[in-house]
C-alpha cells in the first residue's frame, strides 16, 4: 500500500522566493498534520486539518506559512516570502481517525540560502 | 532515557543484547502513547503503540511498558539487530479538550540508538 507521499523531497532556493510543499495522504483517512523537524527544537507540529478543515494552526510560526487542504487526497504548505531560519525537515503525517496512529511521509529537506 | 524538551541522549547497546529506551511524560491527562522509530532520511515509523487503561502490550520483538503513576514509558528491544539503529521518539497523546479538540501528539526530543555489530 502506498504511504504518505511528499513532494519535493528536497528543495533549495534563495530566501525570499515561494515554496510550495506538497502532501498526498493514505487514502481513507481522515486527519492531516504539517510537521517541522529540526535538530535544535525537534519535531513541532505546524497545522493539522479534520475532513479537510484546519482544525489547529496554533503552531504556524508566522503570517509567511500557509496551509491548505482543498480535497481528501491533497495538501500544501506555502512559505512566502522564505527566510533562511525555515531550513528544516518538513513531514506530512495522515491519521486513519482519532486515536489511531499517525503515518509518517519521507519529508521535505527545506534550505533557504 | 529521554524526557519531552531534553536533548538527545545515546543508547549504545551490542548486537543481540536487549535493548531499553526510556521516557517520562508530563502530562496525566495524556491517554494514548506511540513509539516511532526514525532511520537518516526518512520520517518516523509506527512501531508500538498502548492506550492509557494497560500497562504493558508486546509485539515483534518489542514490548511497550506503561508506568501512569510515574508518567513513564518504555520501549524494549529484544535481540538488537544492527537494522533497529535510528532515533525513537515517544509520543503522548492528550485527550481534548487538552489537546485541541481531537487531540493531538506531543512528541519527544528522541533517543538515538546505536547498535555495534
Known amino acids: 500500500d502506498a504511504g504518505v507521499i511528499q513532494s519535493p523531497r528536497h528543495e533549495v532556493t534563495e530566501m525570499g522566493q515561494e515554496v510550495t510543499l506538497r502532501c498526498k495522504p493514505i487514502?481513507?483517512?481522515?486527519?492531516l498534520f504539517w510537521y517541522r523537524q529540526t535538530m535544535m527544537r525537534g519535531l513541532e507540529l505546524l497545522i493539522y486539518?479534520?475532513?479537510?478543515?484546519?482544525?489547529?494552526d496554533s503552531g504556524m510560526p508566522e503570517d509567511r506559512f500557509s496551509a491548505k487542504m482543498p480535497n481528501a487526497s491533497f495538501s500544501t504548505l506555502k512559505i512566502q516570502p522564505s527566510e533562511p531560519r525555515d531550513s528544516a525537515v518538513y513531514f506530512c503525517a495522515s491519521r486513519p481517525r482519532q486515536g489511531q496512529p499517525q503515518h509518517f511521509g519521507d519529508g521535505t529537506r527545506l534550505s533557504i540560502l | 532515557g529521554e524526557s519531552v524538551g531534553l536533548h538527545l541522549p545515546t543508547l549504545s547497546v551490542q548486537e543481540g543484547d536487549n535493548s531499553i529506551i526510556n521516557c517520562a511524560y508530563s502530562?496525566?491527562?495524556?491517554?494514548?502513547f506511540i513509539w516511532y522509530k526514525q532511520e537518516s532520511g526518512k520520517g518516523p515509523q509506527f512501531i508500538i503503540d498502548?492506550?492509557?487503561?494497560?500497562d504493558k502490550r508486546q509485539g515483534q520483538r518489542v514490548t511497550v511498558l506503561l508506568n501512569k503513576t510515574v508518567k513513564h514509558l518504555s520501549l524494549q528491544i529484544a535481540a538488537t539487530q544492527p537494522g533497529d539503529s535510528a532515533v525513537y521518539f515517544c509520543a503522548e497523546n492528550m485527550a481534548p479538550p487538552y489537546g485541541g479538540s481531537q487531540g493531538n501528539l506531543i512528541f519527544g526530543k528522541g533517543t538515538k540508538l546505536s547498535v555495534k555489530p
Open positions: 502530562n496525566s491527562a495524556s491517554d494514548y
Open positions: 487514502s481513507g483517512h481522515n486527519s
Open positions: 498502548i492506550r492509557s487503561n494497560m
Open positions: 486539518f479534520n475532513n479537510n478543515v484546519p482544525i489547529d
